[in-house]
């Protein structure tokens, strides 16, 4: 229907489809029309706008058009992080007190996962030993600062990088700079990694790598935490806060910086059970049980019933 309503610009209210609502909330940029109906959107991050050159040109000028539009037109915004917050207010103008800050979560089975078995691995193409990056192939993940830190260690780090997600947008580059290193044993390409496997894939890695050049959240650095991975992520606001003390950074445009970080996290001490706890440590602080009572608390008091959180019955 989003393609309906904002797409192809056909006015039809959503009481035409659904009836009478309190409320129309989207767990995602848009919400669908009803003039009468407060509506609610969670905004998960404004690459469109912070960093366009990295977004593609179609979608950048669509959310370009339509998200400014929705968080003017609704009765509260909800931001996946602290730094998301700040963007809207910064980069949309939006009235902070409009704006609510409910975290995203973490699966309990990554907290329980064991490293892959030996039937997995092969069916994988995966050693003993790895470093790991877990992001669609496109250019805002910067893969190619990665690969580049990879070249730097090739005297110092005998691990080859596994790379798991599917192509994106301009990806062939990514691809290209991939097989070189390939050729040479020094990347694994996996492609798309299904939800029952990527819990085990970070566990046995002995390091996480995510340089992404901007993020609203980080889902991957908060897993990787969970599975007791040591992490290297970009230095950018949002991967600060989900990660705390808990990984190392480095500029998303340096190559040494990443390499020494990278370099850094495979030291005995980050693979030490008191290491590994304190990431997991980390990562319980984000539940989606929390993020769900959060999420009712908000939608509870736009619609002016606060005793809904409290199991009072609807009508």
């Not at 950018?236 to 998303?252: K, N, Q, S, T």
Request: hydrophobic residues 45%.
């Amino acid at each position: 229907m989003d393609q309906l309503w904002f797409r192809a610009g056909i006015p039809l209210p959503l009481r035409c489809l659904a009836g009478r609502a309190d409320l129309v909330y989207s767990p995602d940029f848009t919400a669908p029309p009803d003039l009468r109906t407060p509506r609610v959107v969670t905004v998960h991050d404004l690459a469109f706008l912070v960093c366009p050159e990295r977004a593609p040109g179609p979608l950048r000028r669509y959310l370009s058009a339509i998200v400014p539009v929705q968080v003017a037109g609704a009765a509260r915004v909800v931001a996946v992080s602290h730094s998301t917050r700040s963007d809207l207010i910064e980069r949309l103008g939006t009235d902070p007190e409009r704006i609510a800050v409910v975290p995203n979560g973490v699966d309990d089975r990554f907290f329980v996962a064991s490293v892959p078995d030996g039937a997995t691995r092969r069916r994988l193409g995966l050693p003993a030993n790895y470093l790991l990056s877990v992001g669609t192939l496109e250019p805002r993940k910067n893969h190619l600062t990665l690969f580049a830190a990879l070249e730097l260690l090739k005297s110092r780090v005998d691990l080859p990088l596994v790379v798991a997600g599917s192509p994106g947008w301009e990806y062939e580059p990514i691809l290209k700079a991939a097989e070189r290193l390939r050729r040479n044993g020094r990347v694994i390409l996996l492609d798309y990694v299904s939800d029952d496997l990527l819990p085990g894939l970070y566990a046995g890695a002995a390091s996480v790598i995510y340089p992404s050049w901007y993020e609203g959240f980080g889902l991957p650095v908060l897993e990787a935490l969970a599975a007791g991975a040591p992490v290297v992520a970009s230095d950018v606001p949002a991967l600060r806060e989900v990660a705390g003390d808990r990984a190392m950074f480095a500029p998303p445009s340096s190559p040494e910086a990443l390499a020494e970080a990278i370099e850094r996290s495979l030291d005995g001490d980050q693979r030490s059970p008191e290491a590994r706890g304190g990431r997991r440590e980390r990562a319980r602080l984000y539940s989606w049980d929390n993020a769900g009572r959060k999420l009712a608390g908000v939608l509870a008091d736009v619609v002016g019933r606060p005793g809904l959180l409290a199991g009072e019955p609807t009508t």
